[in-house]
């Protein structure tokens, strides 16, 4: 019986490969993610025009501008005066406007000998675009402070990830996502098929054990899921520049037990679902919705109401994401992130252990 | 002893009852039909006998084993073919009879002189998809791959609905053949035409067997007179046989109309009476298995 384990596996390959076009979506969906989410949509600072108000130019000032300049991430467009400031800003023309205090080097000597706290510099920034305004003035605020230390309250340093580059935040994001949806969502699909067609009934009332033809299910989609797992990852450190500085190891073997949750996930799904639009909805509304909104995939789960971050705990992908970012973009080991590998081996026992005793060896 | 046996057999869906206390035997090497309308309970039957379902009550052995308690015995020695057509539609012929032969762990290899008859015709067209065949070829297909493990038993839900006038005699043909085989077939159908080529019938409605017997017998025990009748205007004819005295029963049958008689009953009075309408004719008629299915149900 253990060579026709590798035909059932065989069948079920051949149903993929003839679907032409879902192969397509699969193959497809991680990579437009992937630069969507890196290049188009992004919070992360580039190419913001700054203009400079300077009643009094000087050294100091000059060098500071020079800083500016020399940063990818601004684009110098000139002195304006203090009456320019609105228009420059409400035409678009620039997104900031640096404002020095009048008689700015004479003020900051008092400043340094502990004379005045008054401030010295204003940052004016366009907000109408909430992220780039807080990561325009927070880097801002980075690059000047950081030249004039002595007069700063206190340093910021963004570590892991200093240009606050949004790809790293979201390559987690997007491969918690997209193995629920290979997973999960085509893995229930096409059980329910076999039951929607009728076909299930054939396969029920054969001697090969039920579970035994499921199994066999799972198997290509494990294995596309794996390719796609490849294909982000590849992605994620040549075209978004991700450091992985964790090591791949760590960050392969927790991918791959968060597919075999996935895969527990559409089995369990399929026990539940009758049609296919069913098993479709139900990975939608009750898989995806949460992910996107509960798993800090979008939203951090600091930011949540208390209620939803309590609901966010249920959710595997919160576990998976925290982690794959400490991983990625940290560069922890395995060994930093037991907590949250811990959870997932918890889940997906439970979720293995639901399904299988749910699943019916017969009709009803 | 019987292959099949069922014992007050009973199940019903959300209270709506399907089977009704059904009782009765398939003798081993049978072709064996059950003939009744949509909704008579066939389909609940086969699911019962293919373990697909639990009964409510009652109980039903196959092959020596129980439904319930032996069902994993079962599945290996019955081929079910499903009222619906369920092979993969997107698997070639030849994918798809392997993968059967692989879910039943077997060689196509042995049971191949089993199946030849039948597979022999589809094979020109092996590598089409079973999507793609024409409705009399896909159940040749799926009948080849009910039978790829030479089961004791073959279970048929209504194979030829759906299925053109030629194949569906071819259909039976193969049926008659694998008797020779010694393989015992439960076969559903609602087309009465087809209850003449099993060797015992069982006419079913509404979740009870009316009667069980061979086909010559049950239309022998058609007790009553029998007239096909005919005229210009067949509705007009309907409603004023059924008023004439002596009319026990008068439905339409084919292009004439049945009528069944009582022994008052005189057919030049009939005409007499109905002169009024246009063309009328009667004439005696041999009660086939339909007559004798609308009697039982009227009782």
Known sequence: MKNNFWQFVKKESLHIIRDKRTMLVVMLIPVMLMVLFGFAISTEVNNINVAVVAPDRSNSIDDAVETLSNNNYFTFCGYITQEQIDEKLRSGEVSAVIVFTPDYDRKLSQVAAGITSAPLIQVIVDASNVNTANSATAYLQNILLGKESKQSMFETRMLFNPQMKSAYNFVPGIMGFIFILVCAMMTSVSIVREKETGTMEVLLASPARPIKIIFAKMIPYFAISCIVLIMILLLARYLLEVPMSGGVFGIFTLSLLYLVLSLSLGLFVSTIAQTQIAALLISAMVMMMPIMMLSGLLFPIENLPLFFQVVSNIIPAR????????MMIQGAPLIAVWKDSVILIGMTI???AISLKKFNNKLE | ????????????????SALNDISFGVEQGELFGLIGPDGAGKTTLFRLLATLLNPDSGSAVVNGYDIAKDYQKIRSCIGYMPGRFSLYPDLSVEENLNFFAALFGVDIKESYSLIAPIYKQIEPFKSRRAGKLSGGMKQKLALSCALIHKPAVLLLDEPTTGVDAVSRSEFWDMLSQLKESGITTLVSTPYMDEALRCDRIALCNEGRILG????????????????????NNMYALLNAARKIEGVIECYPFGEKHHLVADNNFNPEIFISKLSYIEGVTIEPAEPTIEDMFIKLMKQ
Do not use: H, Q
């Open chain 2, 1 to 16: 002893m019987n292959i099949i046996e069922t014992y007050n057999l009973s199940k019903s869906y959300n209270g709506v």
């Open chain 1, 350 to 352: 439970i979720i293995l």
């Open chain 2, 212 to 231: 069980i017997d061979t086909p010559a017998r049950i239309t022998a025990e058609f007790n009553s007179k029998l007239y096909s009748i005919s005229a």
């Open chain 1, 319 to 326: 576990w998976y994401i925290d982690a794959m970012r400490k």
